[in-house]
T-cell receptor, first 115, second 114 residues
Framework: QQQVKQSPQSLIVQKGGISIINCAYE??????FPWYQQFPGKGPALLIA?????SEKKEGRFTISFNKSAKQFSLHIMDSQPGDSATYFC??????????????FGQGTILTVHP | DVKVTQSSRYLVKRTGEKVFLECVQD?????MFWYRQDPGLGLRLIYF???????EKGDIPEGYSVSREKKERFSLILESASTNQTSMYLC?????????????FGDGTRLSIL
């Protein structure tokens, strides 16, 4: 049972283009939505995160858009660069109670940015 | 910087063997996690620990156990390895004292069961 569904599985973008990765979740208790970036041979690292009290968060070229009513959130990478080529994971967490910060991850998107 | 170190980058074992994967973090984090990463499935939580000697099952605990005797070390044990446990295994740690703490990952152990 995959509680966070991510698409597309792979994405090819030209340098300078916009990369968009989408995620949908089912559990309405989720209240924290991070994105992780993973380069080959490395573990995932936190890229950007959002809480549902805002609809958008921007950090440099990376923006998360969040739609609480639709239970969807997405990552936009503006002016995509070859160095952005990596695997991206969306995730979700219910921060309260005994969750201990457990994350439920999406299936991952392999992004390739061509020069 | 937080450092999470996994003892082996690559490991090859045979079916039926007992396999130990070790993880050490250097930032005094309370929470530690073991995931397996498979193409098209993302990261799936096997077990996690929120304190020494405390553990809870994740989403796919079958065939695995864990040990946390010291705060900085979290071990994943495959009791009797099977070929369907061939995968990339990732360890992570995080703080507990505030909400929304990021998880810090090691670089993974690629385990092959022959």
């Amino acid at each position: 049972q995959q509680q966070v569904k991510q698409s597309p599985q792979s994405l090819i973008v030209q340098k300078g283009g916009i990369s968009i990765i989408n995620c949908a979740y089912e559990n309405t208790a989720f209240d924290y939505f991070p994105w992780y970036q993973q380069f080959p041979g490395k573990g995932p690292a936190l890229l950007i995160a959002i809480r549902p009290d805002v609809s958008e968060k921007k950090e440099g070229r990376f923006t998360i858009s969040f739609n609480k009513s639709a239970k969807q959130f997405s990552l936009h990478i503006m002016d995509s660069q070859p160095g952005d080529s990596a695997t991206y994971f969306c995730a979700a967490s219910a921060a309260g109670g005994t969750s201990y910060g457990k994350l439920t991850f999406g299936q991952g998107t392999i992004l390739t940015v061509h020069p | 910087d937080v450092k999470v170190t996994q003892s082996s980058r690559y490991l090859v074992k045979r079916t039926g063997e007992k396999v130990f994967l070790e993880c050490v973090q250097d930032m005094d984090h309370e929470n530690m996690f073991w995931y397996r990463q498979d193409p098209g499935l993302g990261l799936r939580l096997i077990y996690f620990s929120y304190d020494v000697k405390m553990k809870e099952k994740g989403d796919i605990p079958e065939g695995y156990s864990v040990s946390r005797e010291k705060k900085e070390r979290f071990s994943l044990i495959l009791e009797s390895a099977s070929t369907n446990q061939t995968s990339m295994y990732l360890c992570a740690s995080s703080l507990t004292d505030r909400k929304y703490q990021p998880q810090h990952f090691g670089d993974g152990t690629r385990l092959s069961i022959l």
